[in-house]
């Protein structure tokens, strides 16, 4: 059986191009776009301003359905984690992380990472393969469901899941402008955060897109030998060479870049790498997003003292970088990228 086309693969254009196809008026395409991405439709037959004949055509043609939910997990804290079954039976997972300000989804971009990194559990089982857009913008309509039992709205993205969201370019973008356009999610672009390991041409070609999300770099390092301990793409794009593409990507784009960096005990969190640090981001205009490190049985690694990482962050900010420490949230449904999925894996 050949499983139909979903339609939240189309852009807005592809969709009004379908619809003038079909000898439909180009306006459908934006009612349509707006019972998927503004209303939370799960099926064609709740789209009741469109004619009959119109909604059995697009059952015809297309699929919309809802990702199986093999767990939910609820923290103390409010944080929900989603595994989620895609067709092929690979597990991703999607984070909903409410605030007293806001409500933000954690998206996955791959099933699986292929980066490695000596720290996270997403890339323990290998890469699998990219999401598709449908399933990118499925995930964050499950939780902007989920999020009306939140205080707050769904209003802010952050591509920090599994996946490297730079090896998946054009899915991301693809997404991203759907998220972002008015007749979709209509999601401010500064509410839209990207993350990459550090993929130096990825970042250079990011730096030349139209719109204004945030870039969050997974530096993680605080020089080449000690990313390279951590993160093994470093041996393709070196510390200096990512340094190099940052102070590019805001020359080009006059908006600053959060380093994300993880703290671990006798690794990260050491006054050498402050030092390090200070010189690598001399005149850079950027801000740090300190990480305790949430442990994953496969790595030794220790996460500091509260004594310790507030230590660091005081160093960093007597050497005039702006840095917090970001809260933990979830660690008691194994919120941290990756943990779920291969959890339910073993």
């Given at each position: 059986?050949?499983?139909?086309?979903?339609?939240?693969?189309?852009s807005?254009?592809?969709l009004?191009?379908?619809?003038?196809?079909?000898?439909?008026?180009?306006?459908r395409?934006?009612?349509i776009?707006?019972?998927?991405?503004?209303?939370?439709?799960?099926?064609?037959?709740?789209?009741?301003?469109?004619?009959?004949?119109?909604r059995?055509?697009?059952?015809?043609?297309?699929?919309?359905?809802?990702l199986?939910?093999?767990?939910?997990?609820?923290?103390?804290?409010?944080?929900?984690?989603?595994?989620?079954?895609?067709?092929?039976?690979?597990?991703?997972?999607?984070?909903?992380?409410?605030?007293?300000?806001?409500?933000?989804?954690c998206v996955?971009?791959?099933?699986?990472c292929?980066?490695?990194?000596?720290?996270?559990?997403?890339?323990?089982?290998?890469?699998?393969?990219?999401?598709t857009?449908?399933?990118?913008l499925?995930?964050?309509?499950?939780?902007?469901?989920?999020?009306?039992?939140?205080?707050?709205?769904?209003?802010?993205?952050?591509?920090?899941?599994?996946?490297?969201n730079?090896?998946?370019?054009?899915?991301v973008?693809?997404?991203?402008?759907?998220?972002?356009?008015?007749?979709?999610?209509?999601?401010?672009?500064?509410?839209?955060t990207?993350?990459?390991?550090g993929i130096?041409?990825?970042?250079?070609?990011?730096?030349?897109?139209k719109?204004?999300?945030?870039?969050?770099?997974s530096?993680h390092?605080?020089?080449?030998?000690?990313?390279?301990a951590l993160m093994?793409?470093?041996?393709?794009?070196?510390f200096?060479?990512?340094?190099?593409?940052?102070?590019?990507?805001?020359?080009?784009?006059?908006?600053?870049?959060?380093f994300?960096?993880?703290?671990?005990?006798?690794?990260?969190?050491?006054?050498?790498?402050?030092?390090s640090?200070?010189?690598?981001?001399?005149?850079?205009?950027?801000?740090?997003?300190?990480?305790?490190?949430?442990?994953v049985?496969?790595?030794?690694?220790?996460?500091?003292?509260?004594?310790?990482?507030f230590?660091?962050?005081?160093r960093?900010?007597?050497?005039?970088?702006?840095?917090?420490?970001?809260?933990?949230?979830?660690?008691?449904?194994?919120?941290a990228?990756?943990?779920l999925?291969?959890?339910?894996?073993?």
């Amino acid at each position: 059986m050949t499983t139909k086309f979903d339609i939240r693969n189309l852009s807005f254009d592809e969709l009004r191009n379908y619809c003038t196809s079909i000898k439909e008026k180009p306006f459908r395409a934006k009612q349509i776009f707006e019972w998927i991405y503004q209303e939370g439709a799960w099926s064609f037959d709740e789209m009741t301003n469109l004619s009959q004949e119109l909604r059995d055509k697009l059952k015809e043609n297309f699929n919309l359905s809802r990702l199986p939910i093999v767990q939910k997990q609820v923290s103390q804290d409010g944080t929900t984690k989603f595994l989620f079954d895609l067709e092929d039976h690979e597990k991703i997972e999607t984070v909903l992380i409410p605030t007293a300000t806001r409500t933000t989804v954690c998206v996955s971009s791959q099933a699986g990472c292929k980066f490695g990194c000596r720290f996270c559990a997403s890339g323990i089982g290998g890469w699998k393969r990219n999401l598709t857009v449908a399933e990118i913008l499925t995930e964050i309509l499950h939780v902007k469901e989920e999020a009306k039992q939140h205080p707050n709205a769904l209003s802010h993205i952050v591509f920090m899941g599994t996946g490297e969201n730079l090896d998946s370019y054009e899915n991301v973008m693809k997404a991203i402008r759907i998220i972002n356009s008015k007749e979709g999610l209509n999601i401010g672009a500064r509410r839209i955060t990207i993350s990459t390991v550090g993929i130096v041409p990825k970042i250079k070609q990011l730096a030349t897109e139209k719109i204004q999300f945030e870039l969050a770099i997974s530096l993680h390092g605080y020089d080449n030998e000690s990313r390279n301990a951590l993160m093994p793409v470093n041996k393709k794009y070196p510390f200096d060479e990512l340094m190099q593409a940052c102070r590019e990507y805001i020359k080009e784009t006059k908006r600053q870049i959060t380093f994300e960096y993880i703290l671990i005990k006798d690794v990260t969190c050491s006054d050498k790498a402050a030092k390090s640090l200070r010189k690598a981001f001399k005149g850079m205009i950027c801000k740090m997003n300190l990480i305790p490190y949430n442990p994953v049985s496969e790595f030794e690694h220790k996460t500091p003292s509260r004594e310790e990482m507030f230590a660091f962050r005081d160093r960093l900010e007597e050497f005039g970088i702006h840095a917090t420490i970001r809260t933990p949230r979830g660690r008691d449904v194994g919120a941290a990228c990756g943990q779920l999925r291969h959890a339910h894996k073993n």
